[in-house]
């Protein structure tokens, strides 16, 4: 019986124990750029199974955050050097999470001021972070989005291959496709988003094929066993729906089992919210969708999301249900995380407050466990 401090592989990428940091979004990365701060932050963590960063986007289009750090300027790449070194020297594991936000942006942080670009012309009806010209930040209606061109397709799908080989050249582990929570990925799969009547919407296969395509385009650039991919199937962040998400997920599943990936993050229920939240009929059947993965010879890590604590990870390791467990606010607020369940002592309360921008408030500042003499 494996347990939540046992070593397990995902793919390429050897994890020491199965708690794994998942990706957040902190807005302390000015001008796209990791700097010293994020690299303390990363490092304070790196006890962690993996740590998979926040949403890294690979274009400036692809943005929809002010101050998120991206893997498109040379100069993010010498940053992210840094964090990776830092995480490396502790004996961790780090991939990046790229991203591209579609629609959940707003015209002032895309190319020349344009619409966000998106499946269809329909509008997120979500907030987005942006920094006003004083340097306060503030949370602003996303701006309507423009439908992609079918020709503009192929390029976004470079721009994830691109997006990969940096994360490499960065020192990464490996990458985590951000398939989850409204953005782009999540845009094309969800028919609230996408009413496309070309290849790309329409039937579940013809939703499925940008993912897939990103998934292919980006394991044939670092090897399948360096690659996850995040998808969250009922999440109804920022402002996406879909009437029957069971079978699509199954297809989505299946067809990634067949293409060796490193691990399926999934995120149970509402993202950060509700763990029961379901759209559909009935309830999501998140083992179906797994099975659908294991019987089309998926072997990557089964890594899942959303509320849970520690005995209800050790349950969920114990019993087969997962192979690792992602934990995010419980990790912006105990870098020890791994120790303090180890040691079930006591854990620190997340302040909401310097969740997203600001300085080391917040974000480095959480304490570790005293050292035990
Ligand atoms: C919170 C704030 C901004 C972005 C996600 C990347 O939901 C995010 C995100 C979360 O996946």
């Known amino acids: 019986m494996a347990k939540l401090f046992d070593p397990t592989s995902f793919g390429d990428i050897q994890l020491a124990n199965r708690i794994v940091m998942a990706p957040l979004t902190r807005n302390r990365s000015p001008r796209a750029v990791p700097n010293d701060l994020n690299v303390t932050y990363y490092e304070q963590r790196a006890a962690a199974g993996l740590i998979i960063t926040e949403g890294t986007p690979v274009t400036q289009q692809g943005q929809g955050y002010a101050d998120v750090p991206g893997l498109y300027l040379p100069q993010a790449i010498d940053g992210w050097k840094k964090v990776t070194d830092a995480v490396h020297r502790k004996g961790g594991k780090i991939v990046t999470q790229i991203w591209h936000v579609g629609r959940v942006s707003h015209t002032s942080l895309q190319p020349n001021g344009g619409a966000p670009v998106a499946p269809s012309a329909i509008p997120a009806g979500s907030k987005t972070y942006v920094i006003n010209p004083d340097g306060s930040g503030a949370f602003v209606d996303t701006s309507d989005p423009r439908a992609l061109e079918l020709s503009e397709i192929p390029g976004i799908v470079e721009d994830f291959r691109k997006g990969a080989r940096a994360a490499i050249d960065a020192g990464f582990d490996g990458v985590e496709i951000h398939g989850a929570n409204g953005y782009l990925i999540d845009q094309f799969l969800k028919s609230g988003?996408?009413?496309?009547?070309?290849?790309?919407?329409?039937?579940?296969?013809?939703?499925?094929?940008?993912?897939?395509?990103?998934?292919?385009?980006?394991?044939?650039?670092?090897?399948?066993?360096?690659?996850?991919?995040?998808?969250?199937?009922?999440?109804?962040?920022?402002?996406?729906?879909?009437?029957?998400?069971?079978?699509?997920?199954?297809?989505?599943?299946?067809?990634?089992?067949?293409?060796?990936?490193?691990?399926?993050?999934?995120?149970?229920?509402?993202?950060?919210?509700?763990?029961?939240?379901?759209?559909?009929?009935?309830?999501?059947?998140?083992?179906?969708?797994?099975?659908?993965?294991?019987?089309?010879?998926?072997?990557?890590?089964?890594?899942?999301?959303?509320?849970?604590?520690?005995?209800?990870?050790?349950?969920?390791?114990?019993?087969?249900?997962?192979?690792?467990?992602?934990?995010?606010?419980?990790?912006?607020?105990?870098?020890?995380?791994?120790?303090?369940?180890?040691?079930?002592?006591?854990?620190?309360?997340?302040?909401?407050?310097?969740?997203?921008?600001?300085?080391?408030?917040?974000?480095?500042?959480?304490?570790?466990?005293?050292?035990?003499?």
């Open 193 to 373: 988003a996408n009413q496309r009547t070309d290849e790309y919407g329409g039937s579940i296969e013809n939703r499925a094929r940008f993912v897939l395509e990103v998934v292919d385009a980006v394991t044939k650039e670092i090897g399948a066993g360096r690659v996850g991919i995040r998808l969250s199937p009922v999440t109804p962040g920022n402002g996406i729906t879909e009437t029957n998400p069971q079978p699509l997920f199954n297809y989505v599943a299946e067809q990634l089992g067949s293409r060796g990936l490193a691990f399926i993050h999934v995120i149970e229920g509402a993202t950060g919210g509700d763990r029961n939240f379901s759209q559909g009929d009935k309830p999501f059947d998140y083992q179906e969708m797994k099975a659908a993965y294991r019987k089309a010879g998926g072997t990557g890590g089964w890594l899942v999301n959303n509320g849970y604590d520690r005995e209800s990870a050790k349950a969920a390791v114990e019993s087969g249900y997962a192979d690792a467990v992602a934990f995010g606010k419980l990790f912006i607020a105990n870098p020890d995380l791994v120790q303090r369940f180890k040691d079930n002592a006591p854990l620190n309360e997340a302040d909401k407050s310097t969740f997203y921008g600001g300085g080391a408030k917040g974000y480095t500042d959480y304490p570790a466990l005293e050292a035990v003499a």
